[in-house]
Nanobody, 115 residues
Framework: QVQLVESGGGSVQPGGSLKLACAVS????????LGWYRQAPGKQREMVGT???????SYADSVKGRFAVSRDNTKSIVMLWMNIVKPEDAGVYFC?????????WGQGTQVTVSS
């Protein structure tokens, strides 16, 4: 019903920047929230940032001031702008969409932080 495909993952230096993109397709009319989660090895998946239909954004405390979520007005793409990246930001990043009571997930994209 809703398909999410992430891109942009890779290796980034500490203090560097990286942009992740998520292409959204399918039945998008009922999507209320788009955003990003991440999962580091040995840890639970955690919310990174979300954006709703009113363009209200929510962020994890650990990324506030460094990361930003954005989307276009057709819900075709959602971005994660990562700045001043830290080693603890490494992990698999997942794009997510909430449509009513249903959640949809992308396949994930790996982000490695190394010097």
């Amino acid at each position: 019903q809703v398909q999410l495909v992430e891109s942009g993952g890779g290796s980034v230096q500490p203090g560097g920047s990286l942009k992740l993109a998520c292409a959204v397709s399918g039945l998008k009319s009922n999507i209320n929230v788009l955003g990003w989660y991440r999962q580091a090895p040995g840890k639970q998946r955690e919310m990174v940032g979300t954006i709703d239909d009113n363009y209200k954004r929510s962020y994890a405390d650990s990324v506030k001031g460094r990361f930003a979520v954005s989307r276009d007005n057709t819900k075709s793409i959602v971005m994660l702008w990562m700045n001043i990246v830290k080693p603890e930001d490494a992990g698999v990043y997942f794009c997510t969409a909430r449509a009513g009571s249903r959640d949809f997930w992308g396949q994930g994209t790996q982000v490695t932080v190394s010097s």
